[in-house]
């Protein structure tokens, strides 16, 4: 049994491949791909019923390598840039409205900047 497969990633219609031991774990693989396609993406495979699979965990990624497995060693996936989705704090423009009238203006001022004194009348060198 090989040791390695052929991990072939198409991103953007773009064709890259790598070597990869059946060891390395999907933290690694994923690294790999951030590093090569960008951060926020997504990766997917198409198993034996001809179905998109979603590869997020060492789970999966084993068992898309049972597919290269009793292939040819090849796993190729497929990989998209990731719709960017709001952040659980985000407000939507439906909210501002009734955000902005329970909100009460400040009144206040701000308080005013500490002053600095200086400690030693000698200057001190920050590099030579």
């Known amino acids: 049994m090989t040791e390695t497969y052929v991990l ?3 991103f953007n219609g773009e064709c890259n491949v790598f070597h990869v031991s059946y060891n390395t774990t999907w933290d690694t693989v994923d690294m790999l791909l951030k590093v090569n396609c960008g951060e926020d993406i997504k990766v997917t ?4 019923e001809e179905d998109q699979v979603c590869i997020n965990s060492q789970a999966e990624l084993e068992e898309a390598l ?15 840039e990731a719709p960017s989705t ?5 407000i ?12 009460a203006p400040v009144t206040e001022e701000p308080s005013p900047a500490p002053e ?13």
């Open 66 to 80: 049972k597919c290269a497995r009793n292939g040819n060693d090849i796993l190729s996936v497929q990989v998209v």
């Open 45 to 48: 495979y198409t198993d034996e």
């Open 116 to 128: 600095l004194t200086l400690v030693t009348a000698e200057p001190t060198k920050l590099s030579e």
């Open 86 to 90: 709001p952040a659980e704090n985000d």
């Open 92 to 103: 939507s423009r439906d909210d501002v409205d009734s955000v902005q009238e329970a909100a």
């Open 8 to 10: 072939n990633v198409d």
